[in-house]
């Protein structure tokens, strides 16, 4: 008798947290319901890459000097970096220049030590290919400058959740020259340099 009569109590525990975990998983639907869809219509719309986003590197190879810093800053020594030594002028003269994105992990170490600057960071993440050897960027390919979102006639650029005005949450219909929340760093720094003013 007392057998059955657990069997029975178990039986209706277990339908109560069924029943409990269906709810839980159904509110959550509900609640995604109410709210405005954030899907982007890729390749048609593309969201602008933030500001200090790490893209792809540039090189440019006029302004490098085969000083391999970026070789040493890297944490997995990934750029190859070909030069002889021109006995003429006693410098380095570059002969090759290459870093395969299969590998690189886009820390920008390298872009930030090259005393140069020939390295940049740029908004291209589009580096899928079928062949991972086509990874592989020679001193050519890096010298191409991607196309940007915001100048691609293709494509409609859409802002990010995070830079949207304050109190909006679609990026579809945003009037022309809305600006983000909150200040820009150069609005900031002008600001406090009129409270500097102010006070001496």
Known sequence: MFKVLKQVQ????????????????????FDHMRRRPVTVQYPYEK??????YRGRIHFEFDKCI?????????????????WNF??????????????????????GNCVEYCPT??????????LA?????????????????PYKVTQDPAVTPLREFAYLPKGEVEPHDLPA????????????????????????
């Open 117 to 126: 600057n020939c390295l940049s960071m740029t908004e291209e993440y589009e």
């Open 10 to 29: 178990d039986y209706a525990k277990e339908s109560f947290q069924a029943a409990k975990f269906i709810g839980q998983g159904l509110s959550v639907t």
């Open 129 to 145: 290919s079928y062949d991972r050897h086509e990874l592989n960027y020679d001193n050519v390919a890096l010298g191409r400058l």
């Open 66 to 82: 085969a000083c391999e810093v970026c070789v040493r800053v890297c944490p997995i020594n990934l750029p190859v970096v070909d």
């Open 177 to 200: 020259g809305s600006q983000r929340p909150g200040k820009r760093p150069e609005e900031i720094l002008a600001t406090m340099t009129k409270e500097e003013e102010t006070k001496e």
């Open 47 to 52: 969201l602008i890459p933030s500001e200090r």
């Open 86 to 107: 021109d006995k003429k002028v006693k410098k380095k003269k570059l002969d090759h220049y290459s870093i395969d994105f299969g590998v690189c992990i886009f820390c």
